[in-house]
């Protein structure tokens, strides 16, 4: 066969090798993870702790004493006295599992991952009670594909809007008892089986604000995941496409911990 011939054969092969060797996230150049990120909308998807925030009954409010001030001592600190789940934190499996790993137990590997985003905004609007199900979870991936191991779940209720808000962020009737979204124990068990990272929600709790049992808690912590409550607005993030970084204090014996939280967007056009 003539050489010539071989060459044509071989051009959009050779095409087609070249355009998957140089397409990156954004389907353009290709880019290292450097320069992604670097490019990258970052998203701050917490609140700061302030002493008059919401905190779960309970809790141990955020109290800042100051010990010294550039005036009087040459440089300014304080002393923090906080619950270890105020705020936007992380929930370790050691929370709910005794013996189970503790909030410095949680690999750097499984704090960062693709952020999967539940919208049910629309069932909260008529429902402060609302229970995620597994038909949402199942609507998604219908949409998006199957969960996968290294996903990190969000719940976006719309509840962070009643942030810092104590008294409507908790939504307690007379009796006490709390009125805001969480999972159904349900959806907790689906996700648990789809070995998700973790799940993260805009409210107090992953369980429903009338959970005196904390039983999708039980159910997920037990199964080596681990939650991250009282995100913040969710809206800027879509279905699928964010990417997360989950930095909780790094307390040994923890049962959890305040926690940054990134979402790393591809940069706008
Ligand atoms: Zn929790």
Not at 56 to 83: C, M, N
Not at 105 to 111: G, I, K, S
């Amino acid at each position: 066969m003539h050489t010539g011939y071989w060459k044509l054969l071989l051009f959009p092969l050779a095409l087609l090798l070249g355009a998957c060797a140089t397409s990156g996230p954004s389907g353009r150049e290709s880019q290292t993870p450097a320069e992604w990120l670097s490019r990258a909308r970052v998203v701050d998807l917490g609140h700061p702790l302030t002493p008059d925030m919401p905190v779960f009954p309970g809790g141990t409010r955020l109290s800042a004493k100051v010990q010294g001030t550039v005036e009087r001592d040459g440089y300014f600190i304080r002393q923090l006295e906080l619950g270890e789940h105020i705020g936007t934190h992380v929930d370790a499996p050691a929370h709910f599992a005794a013996g189970s790993a503790s909030v410095d137990r949680l690999p750097p590997d499984v704090l960062r991952g693709p952020a999967a985003v539940v919208d049910v905004t629309a069932q909260v609007a008529s429902n402060p009670d609302y229970e995620v199900s597994t038909a949402d979870i199942e609507a998604w991936e219908r949409e998006h594909g199957p969960l996968q191991p290294q996903h990190l779940v969000l719940i976006r209720t719309g509840w962070a809007a009643r942030w810092p808000d104590e008294q409507r962020y908790r939504n307690a009737d007379a009796a006490g008892v709390m009125h805001f979204p969480g999972l159904s124990l349900a959806a907790s068990r689906l996700l648990r089986l789809r070995q998700v990272r973790a799940i993260g929600i805009d409210t107090l709790s992953t369980d429903p604000g009338p959970s005196a049992t904390f039983e999708q808690h039980k159910d997920f912590l037990t199964g080596g995941g681990y939650h991250i409550e009282n995100l913040a607005d969710l809206s800027a993030l879509p279905p699928v496409g964010a990417f997360l970084v989950v930095s909780p204090l790094f307390v040994k014996d923890g049962s959890g911990a305040p926690a940054r939280v990134f979402a790393f967007l591809p940069p706008e056009r």
